[in-house]
């Protein structure tokens, strides 16, 4: 294949529906309508040919009746993508269709814990885990991160300490994680699944990012590095972040436990009837995982390209901010607090002074105060527009 992708491309995503562009002030309110939008975890970049033509041709049926996921192209496609970048031998019959990864984690709190149980996430650390966790009326124990010699690392003394509690159930991993793009390593998941075997907790493995890695990084499955403990796994992958079709609403958790696959298709077909994809969800993704390697790999070269982009800008005229390096996600994680460490301030100088829309560190948890997630999958252009607001209105 020949064709090169221009990720430089500037596309217009107003009036579009778009909850980044569109709907900044139902998330952000204090947001300006006219900042620059680098929050949310999609990119502003268009969908990979090959996917954008198998949705096309399924346009072009004219008909858009139920559908359902389970073909065997489809199950071909989604083992054939793990089998091939990660060397992971995924069952085809573990694999089960979620409308997107944080319906499906709060799926998983109410099928593997009771009311009040508790459960571990490591902060800073995707917010929606917390809400899934808190609005199921479960409790939230957090085991912080610790930044050694200027990295993130799992503090896995305390996460020990934690696990010997039996009212904590289990672990939601966030494997990379968002949002610090630590991708971590054999040793550090080994030693969590040890940990969770020694204490007999299940671990929830959110991998949605784990394609999403710097050309030099290598992501591990969890089940992969620990398959005598699959049975105790629940990974959550979708090629919704990886080739930006959120939108879509698909994702494919894999469940290995067949009690825990018996109460899930009850709960998600018998109770909520939530179980049955759209059928342009099911082409987007049997034509991404099969057809989608080339485009990522493109992909890929240009987000490592935005992230040394950003890197270099912050040392160059903002030196005091120190930026966390990306290993995995397009997240970068930024601790501003030498500018301005009051949160809510930062806040503010972010929206009503650069007028730039990001994820406040806070939002991941206090351990985020004074910090800012950058999402750099966009244009250059736009980046280095809104690299330049921020610094104008940090340095007046
Ligand atoms: C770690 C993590 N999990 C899940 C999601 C979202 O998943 P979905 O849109 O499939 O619900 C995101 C989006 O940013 C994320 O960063």
């Known amino acids: 294949m020949s064709e090169h992708y221009h990720f430089d491309q500037i596309l217009n995503r107003s009036n579009t529906d778009s909850l980044k562009w569109d709907w900044m002030n139902k998330f952000l309110p204090k947001a300006p309508k006219d900042a620059l939008p680098l929050w949310v975890a999609d990119m502003d970049f268009p969908v990979a040919e090959p996917i954008l033509q198998s949705l ?10 139920y559908s359902y996921y389970r073909s065997e192209a489809y ?8 089998k091939r970048k990660f060397d992971w031998v995924i069952d085809p019959q573990s694999i089960y269709y979620s409308p997107g990864v944080v319906p499906a984690i709060g799926m998983l709190i109410r099928l593997l814990t009771a009311p ?6 490591q902060r800073p650390v995707y917010y929606p885990f917390t809400d899934k966790i808190i609005n199921n009326g479960r409790q939230v124990v957090n085991n912080p991160l610790k930044i050694q010699n200027g990295r993130y690392e799992m503090d896995f003394e305390n996460l020990e300490a934690h696990l010997k509690n039996p009212e904590i159930k289990g672990l939601i991993l966030c494997s990379p994680h968002n949002p610090v793009g630590r991708v971590w390593t054999p040793d550090e998941l080994e030693h969590v699944v040890e940990l969770c075997k ?5 671990i929830i493995s959110d991998e949605i990012h784990g394609d999403l890695t710097r050309k030099s990084v ?11 403990y699959k049975h105790k796994i629940i990974t959550c992958t979708a090629p919704s972040k990886t080739f930006n079709l959120a939108g879509l609403h698909l994702s494919n958790i894999i469940i290995n436990d067949p009690d825990l696959r018996t109460r899930w298709t009850e709960e998600i077909d018998g109770r909520l009837s939530v179980g049955m994809a759209s059928p342009f969800a099911i082409v987007a993704a049997i034509s991404a995982y099969n057809e989608g390697d080339f485009w990522l790999e493109q992909l890929k070269d240009y987000l490592d390209g935005n992230i040394r982009f950003v890197s270099e800008f912050f040392s160059t005229h903002l030196p005091k ?6 290993e995995g996600t397009y ?5 501003l607090s030498h500018y301005e460490s009051d949160p809510v301030k930062l806040e503010s100088l972010m929206l009503q002074k650069a007028k730039v829309a990001l994820d406040e560190g806070y939002f991941f948890g ?25 610094k104008t209105a940090i340095l007046r």
């Open 56 to 65: 096309r041709t399924c346009l072009d049926r004219n008909i858009f009746g």
């Open 75 to 82: 199950l071909d496609a989604v083992t054939g993508w793990f």
């Open 116 to 121: 009040d149980d508790a459960i571990i996430i």
């Open 198 to 202: 020694t204490y007999d907790k299940w």
């Open 218 to 228: 290598t992501h591990y499955p969890l089940e992969v590095l620990c398959p005598d």
């Open 321 to 326: 901010a120190i930026v966390y390096e990306t």
């Open 331 to 335: 997240l970068v994680w930024v601790d």
């Open 366 to 390: 206090p351990e985020g105060n004074g910090f800012e997630r950058l999402n750099v999958a966009c244009p250059r252009e736009t980046l280095e527009k809104a690299l330049n607001s921020m």
